[in-house]
């Protein structure tokens, strides 16, 4: 990869209690790289992007974004929260608010955003991510993939740099699943910066520039999408996709 990483993993452990949960991990992702995670249950995916907006702690090593280290004690976690955007599994959307109150209080409460700029912008929002006509409706009017997709409009309308999925389609019905993988894949090719943990195998090919492929806390091979899928270079690698595929 040319030029400066945006997200830096150098020589990253994160461990809980006794458990090493991510061992010695090196990772780069460059600026509009769509980066996909995957390996199985318990190999530390989720860990990984949880440590990089500092909802999980390392042990040691250090998590850099766009050359500055957010993982050290010092560093600003809410400044850094507002510049890596996270979408959930599950919704996490606030019941008692609409889906546009739900976009906009980010911008609102944590930037200071005027409410009628904050509005604008999350009403083009709903629009981006194909709501339109439900900006008034609230999370329990609202399908499973519509309440997702308004997730991803709520963690956009921060203007974050750097955008994590953690298996957002993993608790969805089977056919609202490609309804949330294509707003993603616009954000892809708007050149979104993205790393996503997913099981969507079909996507990760499509839409994945690079794979890392982990495997009990440990990187078991990283390489480009279509070189992993083609012809994988590890015995760990060829395992996992004779499995799936």
Known sequence: MSGQALVEFEDVNKFFGQTHV??????QVAPQEVAVIIGPSGSGKSTLLRCTNRLEEIRSGEIRLDGEPISAPDANVNRLRQRVGMVFQSFNLFPHMTALENIMLGPTEVKGVPEAKARERAESLIEQVGLEGQANSYPTELSGGQQ???????????????????????ALDPELVGEVLDVMKDLATGGMTMLVVSHEMGFAREVGDTITLMSDGHIAEQTRAEEFFDQPRTERGKEFLSRLL
């Open 22 to 27: 991510l061992k010695d991990i090196n990772l």
């Open 148 to 170: 997702q997709r308004v997730a991803i409009a709520r963690a956009l309308a921060m203007d974050p740099q750097v955008m994590l999925f953690d298996e957002v389609t993993s």
